[in-house]
Every structure is written in C-alpha cells, then in structure tokens.
C-alpha cells in the first residue's frame, strides 16, 4: 500500500519560511502526521519520502509518499499548511503498485538526490571493535559520475534509463537540535525509465534512492510517459 499526498506551505506565514528554510523543522512537519509511529525508524520502517516544489510564488509544494496513512488532521490543525484535496479523503491511495507497475512499462521520471561514494571504508567487525570509524560519504563532482551513479542504482534498483538529464543542483541545509548543520548538496535528473523488474521496481519507489531521505530527498516522482 502506498499512499501519495499533497500539501501547500505558505511563504507568507513565519512557521511556513522557517520550514523552507530548515530541512530538519520540515522533516519534523511532515511527521507530526505520523505521530503514532514515532521512533527512531519510523521514518524509514514506513517509507516516509517527501519532495519539495517551489516556483517563486508564495506558497511552496510538498509532495509526500509513505506505506502509512498519514493523519490529515495533524496538518490541516497547522497554519501554515494547506492539503491539497481534489477528491475522497485528501490522498492517493495505491492498493497494488505491483500490478500497476509492470514490467516493461515505461515512465517519465523526476529525482532530487544526493549522489555520493563512501570513502574510509570498514568492516563491520572493524567498527564493533573500534578500529574504524563508518565510512563518510562524499557527493561525486562531475556530471559524468553523477549520472553513472544512478545508472547503477538504476540496475539494482528493478529499471533501466532509456533518458536521464541533470536539471540543476540545490543545497539542503538545516540545524539538528544542539546546534549541529546538516547540508546536502543534491542534484536533479529528469528522463525516461524503463521498469524491468517490477517486484524490485516497487521496492525502489517505496524506499527512495540516495541518502538524504529523511530530509526531502530521494523520492522517485513517476508518471506516464507520453512519446507523443
């Protein structure tokens, strides 16, 4: 089960600027509709991803994707947000993504993600023991790699790219409760996707790609491929 929702943030209002401003006050936005899961994994045992869109105006576009059914109210009770509601209870509900992404079928895709490699590299017996710390990820510098990277995550991930362009970069950045920043500097790719492995398909869409996801980033946007 997945379920697609979409909210507007208003740039008019304090709280609504301060959740643009700050990833870690938006992740906490978006998950106070999910309040009776909160924990350490919530996010990630509920597939928790959301996208950010803004176009100058002054209302900012969040689309967010989870396996959970949000609590509409939670948002709704707060100012600065308005739910998008075209029809039924306010969100998309898909019953069975397996049969509606098949095999063969082929989409328009729309990914904001943070393309990195792990450097200092350990094992896990290496870090139990104290002798190494966890690797550190470090974003790729050049386009060429970048797209390489997804080409890969492509492969394991159940698609293959038919198209695949970089459509500019953009730094998200926040502040963690003590003060530490959080930055991520992430790229968008735009193009065609073929799915060929559906199963594995479902898995990608449902747990996003790359790091960052607790933070705006990852959520793989589909939608019909029109070659018309």
């Known amino acids: 089960m997945i379920y697609l929702t979409s909210l507007f943030i208003r740039l ?10 700050d990833c870690h006050q938006l992740h906490r936005t978006i998950m106070s509709a999910f309040v009776a899961l909160q924990s350490d994994t919530a996010r990630k045992d509920q597939n928790i991803l959301y996208r950010v869109m803004t176009d100058g105006g002054l209302r900012a576009r969040v689309f967010v994707q989870s396996n959970a059914k949000p609590d509409l109210a ?9 739910l998008e509601k075209r029809s039924g209870p306010g969100y998309l509900e898909i019953k069975n ?4 992404f098949r095999s063969g079928r082929l989409l328009s895709f729309d990914l904001l993600t943070c393309p990195t ?11 139990l023991k104290g002798e190494r710390a966890n690797s550190r990820r470090v974003g790729l510098a050049d386009s060429g790699s970048r797209i ?9 991930g159940g698609f293959s790219l038919l198209s695949v362009s970089e459509c500019g970069k953009q730094v998200v950045a926040g502040t963690k ?13 735009t193009g065609v996707l073929k799915i060929e492995d559906g199963l594995d398909f479902v898995e ?14 990852g959520l793989l946007m589909v939608s019909r491929y029109n070659h018309y």
């Open 12 to 21: 008019d209002n304090g709280k609504g600027r301060r959740d643009i401003a």
């Open 74 to 82: 939670a948002w709704e009770a707060k100012p600065h947000l308005v």
């Open 97 to 100: 993504p397996r049969e509606i």
């Open 117 to 127: 490699k792990k450097t200092g590299g350990a094992t896990k017996e290496q870090r």
């Open 148 to 156: 390489a990277w997804l080409q890969e995550k492509a492969q394991k």
């Open 177 to 189: 409760p003590g003060g530490m920043r959080i930055t991520h500097s992430a790229v968008r790719f």
């Open 204 to 217: 990608t869409l449902e747990k996003g790609i790359g790091a960052g996801k607790a933070h705006g980033l």
